[in-house]
């Protein structure tokens, strides 16, 4: 399966804790973005990126949460010093340029659980 | 700003009856919809998007949507529902700026046999 990869699948921590989250995307998609799900709500989107350019954040984007695309593959999101606010369900996704960027495939997400 | 609703929380239906999930958008300009379906402990997986040209929009495992302008409306339909259809189904919207993508709410689906 080449579909859009998440690591790791649970991830606990404990308040003030930093935490990293790994996505790789299908192989040539142009773009990837990052979403955040809590419970009862649909995704909200936090990022994107075009390569290795990261050309938009969300305002829920605090300045805790960084993220990265090094080399227009895989990319990083890292939380810094966590609250229990940030308790959810992490969903990458890329897009394929060849569809115009219209569809976006995501991957099976990372739940993050502060205490 | 553009934004989508899910009217319902949850729709209940009956296996081989016809199923509706609805959803209605709130766009400056022409609208690009989208559904998308979350089993438990899964990621999204797309269903169909509208872009443009026939109202009536087919996509995967026998859903279809119809885009309804005057209405503002982009419901889900499946002739006939299965069990398995039970699941979390989201309507999106593509923002034009940035391409990111306004989910809904979600609504959930419970299919009985």
């Known amino acids: 399966d080449t579909g859009v990869s998440q690591d790791p699948r649970h991830k606990i921590t404990k308040r003030g804790q930093n935490v990293t989250f790994r996505c790789d995307p299908i192989s040539e998609h142009n773009r990837l973005y990052w979403y955040r799900q809590t419970l009862g709500q649909g995704p909200e989107f936090l990022t994107y990126f075009q390569n290795e350019a990261q050309l938009e954040k969300s305002r829920l984007l605090s300045d805790r949460f960084s993220a990265e695309r090094p080399k227009g593959s895989f990319s990083t999101l890292e939380i810094q010093r966590t609250e229990q606010g940030d308790s959810a369900m992490y969903l990458c996704a890329s897009s394929p340029r060849s569809r115009g960027y219209t569809e976006a495939f995501f991957g099976q997400g990372t739940r993050l659980t502060v205490v | ?113």
């Open chain 2, 1 to 113: 700003a553009q934004s989508v609703a899910q009217p319902e929380d949850q729709v209940n239906v009956a296996e081989g009856n016809p199923l509706t999930v609805k959803c209605t958008y709130s766009v400056s300009g022409n609208p690009y919809l989208f559904w998308y379906v979350q089993y438990p402990n899964r990621g999204l997986q797309f269903l169909l998007k509208y872009i443009t040209g026939d109202n009536l929009v087919k996509g995967s495992y026998g859903f279809e949507a119809e885009f309804n302008k005057s209405q503002t409306s982009f419901h889900l339909k499946k002739p006939s529902a299965l069990v398995s259809d039970s699941a979390l189904y989201f309507c999106a919207v593509r923002d034009w700026g940035t391409d990111k993508l306004i989910f809904g709410t979600g609504t959930r689906l419970q299919v009985f046999p």
